[in-house]
């Protein structure tokens, strides 16, 4: 038999830049996972771009981790999970996870972000994105069905468009679409084709489909999902009883089809029970829930050995990041900030607050996940050249040392127990930190404020997703919680959102990365790790970076 | 007796309107902007301001808390010009608000520039009709309708060069000068027996607050039915052999227990029977709404862990009352004339010594009710000390002041118990 081939013309045909990437690849330039991230975001099907990674790579191919034959597929059965259930009306003002883990198992979206953090169509067939990235072009998948039986078209894609942009709705789509200027720039090209005109390019478009509160709307919704739980996914929502629980029954009729050649899904029930964490910890070892929602470093410690349990852990973007008001003293001064950020030691801050479990960070906003990347020296703890610099800066004021900093932040995941060990490390250096530490809520309702402070930043599958939000001039108003822009910086990174191409962007990573710890805002000790905890009888069972519940393929093994 | 019963129920009333008061102003206060906790802190400060006016939360809180109590249809209705009904909606089981146009009940709602008519058949469907001349002039000359929206509102819509808002068409939306204004969300208030909707949770109030009040009566009942007996036997017992090893067995348990936290208690429970034995369910997972009654095994260590707290408090007490009692010349006259000692504790001692733990008593129904906070965040039992604390970690007023009329209620109402037992207990006491 001869073995399918895919040619650098048809490759061209999808877009012009992949026939590069591909001899990227065979030259070992970029790896097999970066060459299916870049083919795929540039609209290649996942299946097509893993196909030519696994030729063009020259390394084997071999079976994703948790894939399992056709033969050992068991179908049926419940799986329960302990996860705080909170107010869920109209999926897109969505602004936390666990609504969008509930809103997940009935709706869809239009792309996904797998848990390698690679991004493949979904409700979409493809997508293509034109040389400038300012045009997309996104093809809808035939033959999908709603549950009450209409038919997936381009009128509900349009429809959900309109509710992101809809400021009345108050979806953080809004801000993160910044490139739609309205509706008038979403073209329906005709009943399975979108057009997106976007005001400048942006690469992340994909991603952004994968948002969590993204999932696509039926074209009559009115604003509560759960008095109308009309969506395309394969679960349907049977009760749900706010700060209660949450209740599921398979589909019979999803479109997807598992390894058995029957539709997906394999399970017949989830049930999620809204509990305390601790309670959850308790009932996940006592054998009363199957899976707990993102657990938190102590959960790990509790969980990671115990019999019947299965903690897998996942690599993130996600970080409790120190920053400092650049438009205030003494941070306005890039001594005061240096030193700071010398004042790290970063493996010890890991281990003290968050049991070691996570990858060493600069102190730039780029993580060793993003594909994108720059790999550089992880700094060392140095509190003489800190004090160095402190010395100078005291000396030009005509102040004493120690210099009294107060460090606000939140008692929430590790940030108090950073706060405090950062106290220590930076004292012989000469800082006096005082520690400002609230309850979340009180830390939220000032977290732009505050002069010095520890904010968490959630994951985010690209840099370029991350950067704008924070580091530039028009965020100042927003989520610029230091004021700090700088031109120079502004400038490659406004071309790194136009560049497709991952080598040409991780250069540009480089200059990012380099300028944000020569004169950032910022300073970060480490990118956290998150864990998934469920039953050792479930399988396909994988842990993602952002805690999602990607439920559709898992099957229990009884 | 009845005109203390009467006054009883005035005082009940003005406590309770005080409490609400105070209540609403302190969470107003204390709450910080709902819209963050619900929108993220991601949201733009239109996308806030939008959302605060369509929950009502731009007025006044003046103005809310008079809503909030005697509702606000009255005052939308001057703006309508028709009466405001609710009937229920079918799907959801929820009402919702129509106004009724000589019995024709309708709706509004503006699609693509239009304002549209819906009216509501006998099944609960409803027709579309478009709507004409029902624009009205306001004095800075914009053509402005008040209407009844599909959410529950009553919402002053706007043609023209009015502000700039949204429209949602079939296309998509469109960016134009019509759309809503204003926003009444329409309620009956609480003297019509409407709490309202919770902010956390967007559903009303009642729905949620029943069954957690019906799970905190089961779980307070049953541990009300074991500790109380077993409570005062125990006190009665130490109280008759005061000083012998039994009273200091009691005592010393029971003290033990009691001065042991729940929290310390509780999480001791859970590690030995429910992780190591696995012989209980370790914490209370509700997965499905009547899962205490299907699986009553689950009441079992937070009832374990409330006994363990509460019934040192009432055996001690009961105790100290007995031994004094016990101490008193009646009960020696009666030992002394030969009365079986037996006879004497039932007859003459226990009606006198159960004077103090009947307040005790009374007042720990209440904080079963209200106060079991600790225990139900421990073993994730959903009841309704759980949910009070939550909706005012939120700021949520509508379920806090419903919540918290009931615990008011049921503190007035135990009390009311109390002052009837004394006098059963003791005749001499006469209420007036």
Same mark, same amino acid.
């Given at each position: 038999?001869?073995?399918?081939?895919?040619?650098?013309?048809?490759?061209?045909?999808?877009?012009?830049?992949?026939?590069?990437?591909?001899?990227?690849?065979?030259?070992?330039? $970029?790896?097999?996972?970066?060459?299916?991230?870049?083919?795929?975001?540039?609209?290649?099907?996942?299946?097509?771009?893993?196909?030519?990674?696994?030729?063009?790579?020259?390394?084997?191919?071999?079976?994703?981790?948790?894939?399992?034959?056709?033969?050992?597929?068991?179908?049926?059965?419940?799986?329960?999970?302990?996860?705080?259930?909170?107010?869920?009306?109209?999926?897109?003002?969505?602004?936390?996870?666990?609504?969008?883990?509930?809103?997940?198992?009935?709706?869809?979206?239009?792309?996904?972000?797998?848990?390698?953090?690679?991004?493949?169509?979904?409700?979409?067939?493809?997508?293509?994105?034109?040389?400038?990235?300012?045009?997309?072009?996104?093809?809808?998948?035939?033959?999908?069905?709603?549950?009450?039986?209409?038919?997936?078209?381009?009128?509900?894609?349009?429809?959900?468009?309109?509710?992101?942009?809809?400021?009345?709705?108050?979806?953080?789509?809004?801000?993160?679409?910044?490139y739609m200027s309205g509706m008038q720039d979403v073209e329906k090209v005709d009943d399975y084709h979108v057009r997106l005109h976007l005001q400048f390019g942006d690469i992340a478009v994909p991603e952004h489909l994968?948002?969590?509160?993204?999932?696509?709307?039926?074209?009559?919704?009115?604003?509560?999902?759960?008095?109308?739980?009309?969506?395309?996914?394969?679960?349907?929502?049977?009760?749900?009883?706010?700060?209660?629980?949450?209740?599921?029954?398979?589909?019979?009729?999803? %479109?997807?089809?598992?390894?058995?050649?029957?539709?997906?899904?394999?399970?017949?029930?989830?049930?999620?029970?809204?509990?305390?964490?601790?309670?959850?910890?308790?009932?996940?070892?006592?054998?009363?829930?199957?899976? /707990?929602?993102?657990?938190?470093?102590?959960?790990?410690?509790?969980?990671?050995?115990?019999?019947?349990?299965?903690?897998?852990?996942?690599?993130?973007?996600?970080?409790?990041?120190?920053?400092?008001?650049?438009?205030?003293?003494?941070?306005?001064?890039?001594?005061?900030?240096?030193?700071?950020?010398?004042?790290?030691?970063?493996?010890? $801050?890991?281990?003290?607050?968050?049991?070691?479990?996570?990858?060493?960070?600069?102190?730039?906003?780029?993580?060793?996940?993003?594909?994108?990347?720059?790999?550089?020296?992880?700094?060392?703890?140095?509190?003489?050249?800190?004090?160095?610099?402190?010395?100078?800066?005291?000396?030009?004021?005509?102040?004493?040392?120690?210099?009294?900093?107060?460090?606000?932040?939140?008692?929430?995941?590790?940030?108090?127990?950073?706060?405090?060990?950062?106290?220590?490390?930076?004292?012989?250096?000469?800082?006096?930190?005082?520690?400002?530490?609230?309850?979340?809520?009180?830390?939220?309702?000032?977290?732009?404020?505050?002069?010095?402070?520890?904010?968490?930043?959630?994951?985010?599958?690209?840099?370029?997703?991350?950067?704008?939000?924070?580091?530039?001039?028009?965020?100042?108003?927003?989520?610029?919680?230091?004021?700090?822009?700088?031109?120079?910086?502004?400038?490659?990174?406004?071309?790194?959102?136009?560049?497709?191409?991952?080598?040409?962007?991780?250069?540009?990573?480089?200059?990012?990365?380099?300028?944000?710890?020569?004169?950032?805002? $910022?300073?970060?000790?480490?990118?956290?790790?998150?864990?998934?905890?469920?039953?050792?009888?479930?399988?396909?069972?994988?842990?993602?970076?952002?805690?999602?519940?990607?439920?559709?393929?898992?099957?229990?093994?009884? | 007796?009845?005109?203390?019963?009467?006054?009883?129920?005035?005082?009940?009333?003005?406590?309770?309107?005080?409490?609400?008061?105070?209540?609403?102003?302190?969470?107003?206060?204390?709450?910080?902007?709902?819209?963050?906790?619900?929108?993220?802190?991601?949201?733009?400060?239109?996308?806030?301001?939008?959302?605060?006016?369509?929950?009502?939360?731009?007025?006044?809180?003046?103005?809310?808390?008079?809503?909030?109590?005697?509702?606000?249809?009255?005052?939308?209705?001057?703006?309508?010009?028709?009466?405001?009904?609710?009937?229920?909606?079918?799907?959801?089981?929820?009402?919702?608000?129509?106004?009724?146009?000589?019995?024709?009940?309708?709706?509004?709602?503006?699609?693509?520039?239009?304002?549209?008519?819906?009216?509501?058949?006998?099944?609960?469907?409803?027709?579309?009709?478009?709507?004409?001349?029902?624009?009205?002039?306001?004095?800075?000359?914009?053509?402005?309708?008040?209407?009844?929206?599909?959410?529950?509102?009553?919402?002053?819509?706007?043609?023209?060069?009015?502000?700039?808002?949204?429209?949602?068409?079939?296309?998509?939306?469109?960016?134009?000068?019509?759309?809503?204004?204003?926003?009444?969300?329409?309620?009956?208030?609480?003297?019509?027996?409407?709490?309202?909707?919770?902010?956390?949770f967007g559903r009303p109030v009642a729905v949620t607050l029943i069954p957690r009040i019906r799970n905190t009566l089961v779980l307070a009942g049953v541990a009300f039915s074991i500790i109380m007996p077993l409570a005062?036997?125990?006190?009665?017992?130490?109280?008759?052999?005061?000083?012998?090893?039994?009273?200091?067995?009691?005592?010393?348990?029971?003290?033990?227990?009691?001065?042991?936290?729940?929290?310390?208690?509780?999480?001791? /429970?859970?590690?030995?029977?429910?992780? %190591?034995?696995?012989?209980?369910?370790?914490?209370?997972?509700?997965?499905?709404?009547?899962? $205490?009654?299907?699986?009553?095994?689950?009441?079992?260590?937070?009832?374990?862990?409330?006994?363990?707290?509460?019934?040192?408090?009432?055996?001690?007490?009961?105790?100290?009352?007995?031994?004094?009692?016990?101490?008193?010349?009646?009960?020696?006259?009666?030992?002394?004339?030969?009365?079986?000692?037996?006879?004497?504790?039932?007859?003459?001692?226990?009606?006198?010594?159960?004077?103090?733990?009947?307040?005790?008593?009374?007042?720990?129904?209440?904080?079963?009710?209200?106060?079991?906070?600790?225990?139900?965040?421990?073993?994730?039992?959903?009841?309704?000390?759980?949910?009070?604390?939550?909706?005012?970690?939120?700021?949520d007023y509508n379920a806090i002041e419903a919540a918290a009329m009931v615990t008011v209620a049921i503190a007035i109402l135990t009390r009311l118990i109390g002052d009837l037992a004394y006098t059963l207990l003791n005749?001499?006491?006469?209420?007036?």
């Amino acid at each position: 038999m001869e073995k399918p081939r895919i040619t650098k013309r048809q490759m061209a045909e999808t877009h012009i830049a992949i026939p590069d990437a591909y001899d990227k690849l065979e030259q070992g330039v $970029i790896s097999r996972r970066e060459f299916i991230r870049f083919a795929t975001l540039l609209g290649m099907s996942a299946g097509a771009a893993s196909f030519l990674a696994a030729c063009g790579g020259g390394t084997e191919a071999t079976p994703e981790p948790g894939e399992a034959p056709s033969g050992q597929i068991k179908r049926g059965g419940t799986w329960t999970s302990s996860m705080q259930l909170q107010l869920l009306d109209h999926p897109a003002r969505l602004s936390w996870v666990e609504g969008a883990n509930i809103v997940r198992q009935i709706n869809e979206y239009l792309t996904l972000t797998g848990p390698e953090n690679i991004t493949r169509p979904y409700l979409l067939e493809r997508w293509e994105a034109s040389d400038d990235v300012l045009t997309w072009d996104l093809y809808l998948r035939e033959g999908v069905t709603w549950n009450n039986g209409d038919e997936f078209n381009a009128d509900d894609v349009m429809f959900t468009f309109g509710e992101w942009l809809n400021p009345d709705v108050g979806s953080s789509m809004l801000g993160l679409m910044a490139y739609m200027s309205g509706m008038q720039d979403v073209e329906k090209v005709d009943d399975y084709h979108v057009r997106l005109h976007l005001q400048f390019g942006d690469i992340a478009v994909p991603e952004h489909l994968f948002h969590y509160p993204a999932v696509v709307l039926h074209r009559d919704f009115e604003g509560d999902i759960i008095r109308q739980p009309v969506g395309t996914g394969a679960f349907t929502l049977e009760e749900y009883a706010e700060g209660e629980r949450a209740v599921f029954k398979r589909r019979e009729d999803y %479109w997807q089809m598992g390894v058995d050649g029957d539709p997906l899904p394999y399970l017949d029930e989830l049930i999620y029970v809204s509990t305390d964490k601790d309670a959850g910890v308790a009932a996940l070892q006592s054998g009363q829930v199957d899976s /707990l929602y993102d657990p938190r470093p102590t959960d790990f410690q509790a969980l990671q050995d115990a019999e019947g349990i299965t903690v897998r852990p996942a690599s993130t973007a996600q970080c409790l990041v120190g920053r400092m008001r650049v438009d205030l003293e003494p941070w306005d001064d890039v001594r005061v900030r240096n030193a700071m950020k010398l004042c790290q030691d970063r493996a010890e $801050i890991l281990r003290l607050a968050y049991f070691g479990q996570g990858d060493l960070s600069l102190d730039a906003h780029v993580a060793p996940v993003h594909p994108a990347y720059c790999e550089k020296d992880i700094p060392e703890y140095d509190p003489e050249a800190a004090r160095a610099l402190l010395e100078s800066y005291a000396e030009e004021k005509g102040i004493d040392l120690p210099l009294r900093v107060t460090l606000a932040t939140k008692n929430d995941q590790a940030e108090p127990e950073i706060a405090q060990a950062l106290k220590e490390l930076a004292s012989p250096a000469g800082f006096d930190i005082q520690l400002d530490i609230t309850e979340p809520a009180g830390y939220w309702d000032r977290w732009t404020e505050v002069d010095l402070g520890i904010t968490s930043w959630t994951h985010r599958p690209l840099a370029t997703m991350v950067l704008p939000l924070a580091y530039t001039e028009e965020s100042i108003g927003a989520w610029n919680e230091t004021r700090w822009t700088d031109t120079e910086f502004e400038g490659i990174l406004r071309e790194a959102q136009g560049t497709l191409d991952v080598e040409a962007r991780r250069g540009l990573m480089c200059q990012i990365e380099d300028i944000m710890q020569e004169r950032g805002p $910022i300073f970060n000790s480490f990118w956290k790790s998150v864990w998934n905890a469920t039953a050792s009888e479930f399988k396909n069972v994988e842990a993602h970076p952002t805690a999602y519940d990607l439920l559709y393929e898992v099957w229990k093994d009884v | 007796m009845a005109r203390f019963i009467i006054r009883s129920i005035i005082s009940t009333i003005v406590t309770m309107l005080l409490v609400s008061i105070a209540l609403f102003f302190l969470v107003d206060v204390g709450s910080g902007d709902i819209s963050v906790k619900i929108l993220g802190v991601f949201a733009t400060p239109e996308q806030r301001a939008s959302y605060r006016a369509q929950l009502g939360l731009d007025a006044p809180a003046w103005q809310r808390y008079i809503d909030w109590l005697v509702g606000n249809d009255w005052r939308a209705e001057r703006k309508v010009g028709y009466p405001l009904v609710t009937a229920m909606n079918p799907q959801t089981g929820e009402a919702d608000w129509w106004a009724d146009i000589d019995g024709q009940l309708t709706r509004w709602t503006m699609e693509e520039g239009q304002l549209l008519t819906l009216k509501r058949q006998e099944d609960g469907n409803t027709t579309k009709h478009l709507s004409s001349g029902a624009w009205e002039l306001d004095e800075e000359g914009n053509e402005t309708f008040w209407g009844v929206d599909t959410n529950n509102n009553a919402v002053k819509w706007q043609r023209g060069e009015g502000a700039e808002v949204w429209v949602l068409t079939k296309a998509g939306l469109r960016k134009e000068g019509d759309g809503p204004q204003q926003y009444i969300p329409l309620r009956k208030g609480l003297l019509r027996g409407d709490p309202g909707i919770s902010l956390q949770f967007g559903r009303p109030v009642a729905v949620t607050l029943i069954p957690r009040i019906r799970n905190t009566l089961v779980l307070a009942g049953v541990a009300f039915s074991i500790i109380m007996p077993l409570a005062l036997v125990l006190g009665i017992l130490a109280g008759i052999n005061e000083g012998k090893p039994l009273d200091r067995i009691i005592s010393i348990t029971s003290l033990g227990f009691t001065a042991t936290p729940e929290f310390v208690t509780g999480i001791f /429970l859970i590690i030995i029977f429910g992780i %190591w034995l696995k012989v209980l369910p370790a914490v209370a997972i509700f997965t499905s709404p009547n899962a $205490i009654f299907e699986d009553p095994k689950l009441l079992a260590l937070p009832v374990l862990t409330l006994t363990a707290v509460e019934l040192g408090y009432v055996a001690r007490m009961t105790r100290a009352s007995m031994v004094e009692v016990m101490d008193s010349p009646y009960i020696r006259t009666a030992i002394i004339k030969g009365m079986p000692k037996w006879r004497v504790v039932t007859k003459h001692a226990i009606r006198n010594a159960l004077m103090a733990p009947i307040t005790i008593i009374m007042l720990h129904v209440n904080w079963l009710v209200g106060g079991l906070v600790v225990v139900e965040v421990i073993f994730g039992y959903p009841g309704l000390g759980y949910y009070i604390y939550r909706s005012a970690i939120f700021g949520d007023y509508n379920a806090i002041e419903a919540a918290a009329m009931v615990t008011v209620a049921i503190a007035i109402l135990t009390r009311l118990i109390g002052d009837l037992a004394y006098t059963l207990l003791n005749p001499r006491i006469r209420y007036a």
